[in-house]
Structures are given as structure tokens and as C-alpha cells.
């Protein structure tokens, strides 16, 4: 979208013939058809950003689908959870295909979140009064990767069950209520066959119709107040209404239509070259297997638990780490009350330093969690720290890379 | 050189073109879902034969009870074994011709009943009231001597 683009394209031309007349006058599309021709996209050069939502919705349309496809093969119980599974992928015709792209959608469905949520910070989306399509946003979040814990263990396999033991009871870390969350999580003491059953109860029914839920608020929290521009873009074009803008329908969907299209060649590529593992199955009394490691999207909370020591300031380990996460999740949710200078356009520069910081261990801790890093938790802190310092310091002495010159 | 420099036919070329590559990622898209879809290949074949779950005496003394076994596996049906009053032994395809329920034997009335829309048949299979279109699918049996004096029921299918 380098081109520059026309300040007012044209709107689609909506086909009226009778059939139409006929459905309007039942249905209502003439207003439809007016909501989708006022809808306009803002067009700067971070409008790549606006992408984002669209392309996890889409993700997410692949996950119901894959994911009603497998129910139809799969059976929740420890008996046959693997064996039905093992069945999908070698018995079922394209079983292979279809669970395989469940699994990388999901993948590049959480990735997609991280990227959308960090761009909509990198945008100060979430000033006035955006505060609670941010906090709607964060909840989705939550849910997803509570959709990827979950689906991790219905396999059934080794891994699944020790990700699942293991999680369970770092959730069984939090104080005072830790103990009752483990026994509702686990539904009794163990990891059993309650357990899958739990897991997939909250995974194919409680989850998806909580998100459609909060999806719906999100969804009409961003057509209420439209795509936010950012500030600095307002600021050089004299005014939120003379940003240039494209039509939603159909010039800013046919272009999310192509990442889309992007998207699903990817997953198919992916899904025939590295078809996702089914393991060993379960056993409860069997050792951890080697290597044993969460999904990347957890990695940066495994490794802080690995590296944390087993006492820190009275609490356990375990504890630390849950409350630590709870705290940092906890002023991401509240980044729209902490950025008090958000309305009036002001500096956050404390503010993004710390999400600097922020972004730099999540990469570091990821490293770790993979092996590729060897540090202790103290490298870690200082090895992130001193990247968003460094980060820091080019903003300050290269204005024109990063940008700045906006704020003319 | 003449080429054309009508802008048109090599619009509605191109047009065509996409519509063309729009369809073809339809079906790329829809077969593999239609084929996951479809049922998969059963992994145990039909049995040609079974070897019913009682002996002929053991039948007769359920029914002095006054108990009717209940019909049994045959090739994924359930099969119905009776015996007449003269001692022969008939099977059937216990599955109802009318919309697939299962019958049972009623020695009572001398009959086999549909219970779930009143269908009777008469002791060859045949329709007598009732909704069913056309008689039950009939087996063939065969009666073996054990060891122990008893006589076992084989049923197979007819032909």
C-alpha cells in the first residue's frame, strides 16, 4: 500500500433488482448495506496494523471449523482419547490434514494476538474511549491460550499429560485459593479421566461460547468508534477527518481477503510438511519424557519457573512466579488507566520503556525456554533491561529512523 | 504486429481467470473436508455365519419360562431365532421393513411385532398388518450335535 490512495474511493455499487427489493424489505439490507458503506479504514503507514484483527478472526473461523471436523472422530475418555486421535491421523481420510492445520492455526493464531496486541499499544489504540475494546481484547487473549492449554491434553498423549500436570499445579501455586483451583482444574486431586473429560468440556463448549461472547463486545466496540488513528498521524494530516481513508467494503476487505488466502496456503504448506506429532500415550505412572517443554507461547512463563530458585522473599517458587505474571498481566490490562497522557497526545516514555523491557524478555525468556539461551534468571533480567536501554537510546539519537519526525 | 488494443477481451480474459482460480480453491478446499467427511472403510468385514448364543434346548426350556431371548449379532443386524412349536427353527433379519426397528417374537399371539409403529408379521415373515411394505429378510439354519447332546443353532445367509 505504498501507492498513495484516492482520498474518497467510490463505495460498492450494491446490486438492486427485485430479488433484492424483496429480501430488503424482510430483512432490512438497505441498512446493512448503508453500516458496510460507511465504514472507512484510515490509510497511513502503520494501516498494515489494522490487519491484524482481521486476520485472527479468520484464524479463529479456521479453528471452528478444523475443530468441528475433529469432534466428529474424537472420543474423550482416556480409553480411547489417543486412540481416536491415532485414528484421525492414519484411518480417516485427510484427518492428517484437517488436525494438522488445527494445531498450526492455533499456533499462528496466538502469535497473531501477541503481534495485535502489541501494535495496538505501539498505536495508543486504547485511549479515551477505547479503554474496554483493550480490556475486551486482553480477555480474548486469555481465552485463547486457555483454548490452546486445554486442547493441548486431549490426545491424551505423555506430553499432553505432564503439560497438563504440570500446569494445573502452577495454578495450585496461587495463594490461598491455589489449592481449590488445582481440584477444580483437575476435578480431583490427579490428572485423570475427569480430567480430559473437563478439559474437553471447557475446550468444545464453555470456551467457545464464553469467546463468541466477549468476540461480540470487541467487535462492537471497533465499528461503535471506528479504527483508531494515531496520534501523530492525526497531527500532520490537521485532524481526524482529513486522514485519508479506504472503504471497508470491498477495498480494505479484498485486501484482507489476499492475507487470508496468504494464511490458508501457509497452514496447508505447513500441515503437509510437518504434520503435527501425535507421541506416545499417556501414562500416569511414567516418568516426564525428555525435553519436555510447553507450546512457544508459554515458553516465556516456563522458563522464568526454571530459572526462579526455589525460595523467593518467604514464598515458594511456584507462587513467586504465578504472582509475578499476575502482577505484569494485571498493568497490561490497566495500560489505558496508566498512560495518563494518553488524551492530550504527551509523552509515555516511562510507560513504553517498560514495554521495551517487556517485549525484550518475552524474546529472551522464549530463547531460554528453547535452549538457545543459557542464562540465569539474573542474565536474563539484565540481558533484557540492557536491550531496551540500547532500544532506548536509538530513539533518542536516531529520531529520524524511529520515526519522529511526525511529531513535527 | 496487429494486436488487439481493446482493452475489453483481455479484461474478461483475466476475469475469467480469476473466477477460474476462485473456483478451483473452492474445490481445493471443499474435497478434502467432503472426504474427511465420508464415512471411513469398516475394519471388520461381514460374517458369512454365526453360531447362535443358545442351543436349541436351552431355547426350549426359556421359553417354558415363559422368556424370549433377545435377537443377537449377525453381521452387525440383529438376528431373531424362533422355534415353532413343531420344532423347526427359523431366523430373520430382525430389522423391521418398514423403517428399520427391531422386531420381536411373540409366542403369545403367534407372531412377530413391531413395537414401534404395530407392525405384525406371521411366522414365515410375512407382512399381516400394519405398515411394513415387504417380508423380513429370512435366514438359513443349520443345526449341529455337541458332544454334550445339545444341539447348537448356525445361521447363515440365504444364497
Given amino acids: ?408 | 504486429m496487429s494486436l488487439s488494443t481493446d482493452p475489453v477481451p483481455r479484461r474478461r480474459c483475466l476475469l475469467r481467470l480469476l473466477q477460474g482460480s476462485i473456483a478451483a480453491s473452492i474445490a481445493a478446499i471443499f474435497y478434502p473436508v467432503v472426504r474427511f467427511l465420508w464415512p471411513r472403510r469398516a475394519t471388520v468385514s461381514g460374517a458369512a455365519e454365526v453360531t447362535a448364543p443358545f442351543t436349541v434346548e436351552e431355547l426350549k426350556a426359556r421359553y417354558a419360562r415363559g422368556e424370549v431371548p433377545p435377537p443377537f449379532n449377525f453381521d452387525n443386524k440383529p438376528c431373531l431365532v424362533i422355534l415353532l412349536p413343531d420344532g423347526e427353527i427359523r431366523a430373520f433379519n430382525a430389522i423391521c421393513t418398514h423403517v428399520a426397528c427391531t422386531v420381536a417374537f411373540r409366542p403369545d399371539k403367534k407372531d412377530i411385532f413391531c413395537n414401534c409403529h404395530n407392525g405384525v408379521y406371521d411366522l414365515n415373515g410375512q407382512p399381516v398388518s400394519g405398515p411394513p411394505p415387504r417380508p423380513l429378510q429370512a435366514y438359513k439354519v443349520n443345526r449341529r450335535r455337541l458332544p454334550n447332546g445339545q444341539e447348537e443353532i448356525i445361521v447363515s445367509r440365504t444364497a
Avoid at chain 1, 481465552?143 to 495454578?171: E, R
Avoid at chain 1, 530513539?395 to 513535527?408: C, D, I, Q, T
Wanted: glycine letters at 8%; hydrophobic letters at 50%; a positive charge.
Fill in chain 1, 1 to 408: 500500500m505504498s501507492h498513495a490512495p484516492p482520498e474518497r474511493a467510490s463505495p460498492i455499487v450494491w446490486p438492486r433488482s427485485r430479488w433484492w427489493a424483496f429480501l430488503d424489505e424482510r430483512l432490512g439490507l438497505d441498512a446493512l448495506a448503508h453500516l458496510a458503506e460507511k465504514k472507512r479504514v484510515p490509510v497511513h503507514r502503520t494501516t498494515v496494523f489494522y490487519f491484524l484483527g482481521g486476520m485472527a478472526l479468520f484464524l479463529f473461523g479456521i479453528q471452528i471449523i478444523t475443530g468441528v471436523l475433529l469432534s466428529l472422530y474424537y472420543k474423550p475418555s482416556p480409553d480411547q482419547a489417543f486412540e481416536s486421535v491415532r485414528a484421525i491421523m492414519t484411518e480417516v481420510e485427510f484427518g492428517w490434514l484437517i488436525r494438522s492445520i488445527h494445531s498450526w492455526s492455533a499456533n499462528l493464531l496466538i502469535g497473531i494476538l501477541y503481534l495485535h496486541l502489541l501494535t495496538t499499544y505501539i498505536m495508543r489504540a486504547y485511549r479515551r474511549p477505547r479503554e474496554f475494546t483493550w480490556i475486551t481484547g486482553l480477555v480474548l487473549l486469555a481465552m485463547f491460550l486457555a483454548f490452546g492449554f486445554s486442547g493441548y491434553l486431549l490426545p491424551w498423549n505423555q506430553l499432553a499429560f505432564f503439560a497438563t500436570k504440570v500446569g494445573t499445579d502452577i495454578a495450585g501455586g496461587v495463594p490461598l485459593v491455589g489449592k481449590y483451583v488445582l481440584l477444580l482444574a483437575r476435578s480431583g486431586e490427579e490428572v485423570t479421566g475427569d480430567t480430559l473429560a473437563r478439559f474437553y468440556s471447557l475446550h468444545v463448549v464453555i470456551l467457545p461460547l464464553a469467546t463468541l461472547a466477549v468476540l461480540a463486545v470487541h467487535l462492537y466496540l471497533v465499528q461503535k468508534h471506528g479504527m483508531s488513528i494515531p496520534q501523530p498521524v492525526i497531527r500532520q494530516c490537521g485532524g481526524e477527518d482529513r486522514v485519508p481513508s479506504i472503504p471497508f467494503v470491498p477495498h480494505f476487505l479484498l485486501r484482507d481477503m489476499v492475507g487470508w488466502y496468504v494464511a490458508l496456503g501457509l497452514l496447508a504448506v505447513l500441515a503437509a510438511l510437518f504434520p503435527w506429532e501425535l507421541g506416545v500415550k499417556a501414562d500416569p505412572f511414567g516418568s516426564a519424557p525428555e525435553a519436555i517443554r510447553p507450546e512457544w507461547y508459554f515458553l516465556f512463563m516456563f522458563a522464568t519457573l526454571e530459572q526462579t530458585p526455589s525460595h523467593v522473599l518467604g514464598l515458594e517458587n511456584k507462587q513467586a512466579v504465578v504472582l509475578f505474571f499476575t502482577f505484569v498481566g494485571l498493568m497490561v490490562l490497566l495500560v489505558p488507566f496508566l498512560d495518563r497522557n494518553a488524551e492530550r497526545g504527551g509523552s509515555r516514555r516511562v510507560l513504553n520503556f517498560l514495554a521495551t523491557w517487556a517485549v525484550c524478555a518475552f524474546i529472551v525468556q522464549t530463547g531460554v525456554g528453547l535452549g538457545l539461551l543459557d542464562f540465569r534468571l539474573t542474565t536474563s533480567v539484565a540481558a533484557s533491561g540492557g536491550a531496551a536501554v540500547a532500544l532506548a537510546l536509538g530513539y533518542l539519537a536516531f529520531p529520524r529512523v524511529a520515526g519522529r519526525e511526525y511529531r513535527s
